[in-house]
C-alpha cells in the first residue's frame, strides 16, 4: 500500500467516525475543518463511502451514515455473540438468573444472546431477538448509561420481573451490555459485580 493509498483510508474511516459521533450531521465544510483538509478532499472521500453505502448525504446536504454502516454492524453481531457465550455461561450458573446480551439497535435493545442457569428449577424464558425500548429495562438503560458499576430495574418490561446490567465498555463502535433478570428481586450486592465482571470480560475478549 502507498502512502498517498495509506493516507487516503485514514482520511476516509476518520470521516466515518466523526460523521458517527456526530448525530444531526456535518457540511462538507464543518467536515473538512474537523479533518484538516480541503473542500475538495472531502468531496472525493464521500464519493468513495457514498457508493459503498456508508455515508448519505440528506436533503440538507448534511452527511449522515448510510445503510451500509447497519449491514457492517450485523455482520459483526456473530463475532461478539460467540464471544460472549463463555461469559454469560458462567454468570447465569453463578447467578441462577438467565443471563443475556444486549445490543442497542436504532432506538431498541435487542437480546442478541441468552443463556439460561442449567440448574434452577424455575428462571425467565427470555427469548433471543426480543426487543424493548433502549430506554426502559436494565439491559438498555445500562447502555445508554455513562457511568461505571451497574443498572437495576424492576417490573419496567414486564411485572415481577428484575434485572441487572452492566455496559460493556472500551470496544469502540459497539453499543451493548450484559445483564440477568430473575422473577424475584436480586442481592443486588452480590449479583451486581457478578455481571460487572461479566461485561469486563467479554469487552477484554472483544479487545484482545
Do not use: N
Amino acid at each position: 500500500m502507498t502512502t498517498e493509498t495509506a493516507q487516503t483510508l485514514d482520511r476516509g474511516l476518520r470521516l466515518l467516525a466523526l460523521v458517527s459521533e456526530t448525530p444531526d450531521g456535518l457540511t462538507i465544510t464543518e467536515a473538512a475543518e474537523r479533518l484538516g483538509v480541503g473542500r475538495a478532499v472531502v468531496y472525493r472521500l464521500v464519493g468513495t463511502l457514498t457508493s459503498h453505502g456508508l455515508i448519505r448525504r440528506d436533503q440538507a446536504g448534511r452527511l449522515r451514515l448510510g445503510l451500509g454502516v447497519l449491514q457492517l454492524a450485523r455482520r459483526a453481531q456473530p463475532l461478539v455473540a460467540d464471544a460472549a457465550l463463555a461469559p454469560l455461561r458462567r454468570l447465569a450458573e453463578a447467578s441462577g438468573a438467565t443471563a443475556h446480551l444486549t445490543v442497542a439497535d436504532g432506538g431498541e435493545a435487542l437480546a442478541l444472546v441468552v443463556v439460561e442457569p442449567s440448574w434452577t428449577q424455575f428462571h425467565v424464558a427470555y427469548r433471543a431477538g426480543s426487543r424493548h425500548p433502549l430506554d426502559r429495562g436494565a439491559a438498555g438503560r445500562a447502555i445508554l448509561s455513562d457511568q461505571p458499576g451497574w443498572i437495576a430495574s424492576s417490573g419496567e418490561l414486564q411485572p415481577g420481573a428484575h434485572g441487572i446490567a452492566a455496559r460493556v465498555r472500551g470496544v469502540p463502535g459497539l453499543e451493548c451490555s450484559v445483564g440477568v433478570v430473575a422473577l424475584g428481586p436480586f442481592a443486588e450486592s452480590e449479583i451486581g459485580p457478578l455481571v460487572l465482571a461479566a461485561a469486563e470480560e467479554l469487552s477484554a475478549a472483544l479487545s484482545s
